[in-house]
């Protein structure tokens, strides 16, 4: 039986993560519970993994309960070796809706040993008490925007000129 080895790296400023073995031939659902653990994050949490581009761009979700099968697999459906089994593939990893722990994971190694469950073969940093705040724009992982892209215009298309022309958008219904 064959092992995998991926980074889980937390997805803040500090060099925080855990190198966690797998069997390859375990799923993406059993991954969950072992990143969770390796983090030693709160059990029995949503989450979703996120195929993701070499620049870490948020791709295709992989959720932990497909709600409709047409939409694609969960994480039940596909195997570590499939998703992260080769160098160069990644995952985006989002543990815990509500305080939104952000991870980013890539395939390390493949080892010729057996191994029942998971182990983690290496830390470092410690975890924070709470998830940190995620960072948007360029540099950030995610799409890769800013404020700039999106203009001064509000979400009806008013910007500061036009309030200052005498529209309000805080009439008196």
Known sequence: MSTTVVRVILNTEDDIFRDV???????????????AAAFELNEGQMASFYRTDAEWNQGDEIPLLSMDPAA???????????????????????????EMWSFLVEFV??????????????????????????????????????????GDDDEFGFDEEDLADGYSSSEDW
């Not at 459906?77 to 815990?96: K, T, W």
């Open 21 to 35: 073995a797998l069997p390859t031939s375990s799923n993406l659902e059993t991954a969950h519970r072992a990143l």
């Open 72 to 98: 694609g697999p969960s994480m039940a459906d596909l195997s570590i070796g499939e998703v992260l089994g080769a160098p160069g593939q990644r995952l985006l990893f989002v543990y815990d809706f509500l």
């Open 109 to 150: 190694r493949h080892e010729d040993r057996s191994l029942d469950g998971h182990e983690v073969v290496l830390s470092y940093g410690v975890r924070p008490e709470t998830a940190p705040e995620l960072q948007y724009g360029e540099g950030a992982t995610g799409s890769g925007l800013d404020d700039d892209d999106f």
